[in-house]
């Protein structure tokens, strides 16, 4: 498994009472039918999942380590079963739409290009190959190509080999569950170690993003834990969204509760292979005027 760049500052999903939690916007859906996670212990500390994360974030410098960049913080999505409060499992992560790390227009450090590149390691998980896992990644990162309110923005696929990739789905890794994909977003950062804004933009300047997966569970096309959907939403994630929305499970009826549904909601539960409506604004935000911004 390949691998990139420092310690980040990490963002980890927080624990909250349901009190906390905005009213759901849809109707409930039942949860998943059983994975191997479900196996799994449902809580990891999320001390734990830090220390995990710092691993991985130093294992991939090393690799990364010519290109002068830090990690910045860690953004990853929980698998069902995710963390435990009494009778709810919470995913709850309101945020903004947005990183604050965000790719620069015909940045020299990026050889002047005004598209983002990506990558894809040709390895799978148990039960599937290289060819449909390279497949779903594609397509995921078409989803995000053709909206319509980023059509500046070309999304463009390049060798896992490539030294100036973009953004890299790197495979699957011994991940502490819940987590079920992370990103890992690597900034610019200068001769001081500082983290660079060469726009002035007021966020910090993307360098590139490793994207890595749990191989605690039982991956498939179209099925339970979903590649597709998982890749589309660590690839939001790649081009400079947060995590956004708020979202629970009620242990005793199996239900989760969206305020709002969407791709870029903390928790996995189950297949979402198109953007929803906080998904598009987030990406408009970022993209709607590349690259004369």
């Known amino acids: 498994m390949r691998r990139l760049s420092l310690l980040p500052m990490l963002l980890v999903l927080v624990s909250c009472g349901t009190d906390d939690l905005a009213a759901p916007a849809l109707p409930d859906v039942p949860s998943l039918e059983s994975s191997r996670a479900a196996k799994a212990p449902r809580f990891v500390a999320t001390k734990e999942i830090e220390i995990a994360l710092r691993s991985l974030a130093a294992e991939l410098q090393a690799t990364y380590g010519e290109r002068r960049a830090s990690p910045v913080r860690a953004d990853w999505m929980a698998g069902p079963g995710g963390l435990v409060k009494g009778n709810t499992v919470l995913f709850a992560d ?4 947005q990183l604050g790390i965000e790719w620069v227009p015909g940045d020299p450090r990026r050889q002047g290009r005004h598209n983002v590149t990506y990558g894809v390691v040709p390895t799978a ?19 995000w190509a ?8 070309d999304i463009v696929k390049t060798s896992f080999a490539d030294p100036t990739v973009d953004i890299l789905h790197v495979g699957w ?20 170690g500082a983290f660079t804004d060469i726009d002035r933009d007021g966020a910090v300047d993307y360098a590139f993003a490793a994207i890595v997966y749990s191989s605690n569970y039982a991956w498939a096309i179209d099925g339970n834990i979903d590649v597709e959907s998982i890749f589309l939403h660590e690839a939001g994630h790649g081009l400079g969204q947060a995590h956004f929305g708020s979202l629970f499970q009620t242990l005793s009826n199996g239900f989760y509760h969206f305020a709002p549904l969407a791709v870029m909601n903390a928790g996995y539960t189950g297949p979402l292979q198109r953007l929803l409506g906080t998904d598009k604004a987030g990406h408009c935000a970022l993209f709607a005027s590349w690259p004369s911004r």
Request: charged share 20%; proline share 12%.
């Open 94 to 97: 309101v945020g903004n739409k």
């Open 125 to 143: 998980p148990d039960g599937l190959t290289p060819d449909q896992v390279m497949a779903a990644a594609d397509r995921a990162m078409a989803t």
């Open 146 to 153: 053709t909206q319509t309110c980023s059509m500046g923005l």
């Open 173 to 192: 890794d011994d991940l502490p569950p819940p987590v079920l994909g992370v990103t890992i977003p690597f900034a610019f950062i200068d001769e001081t």
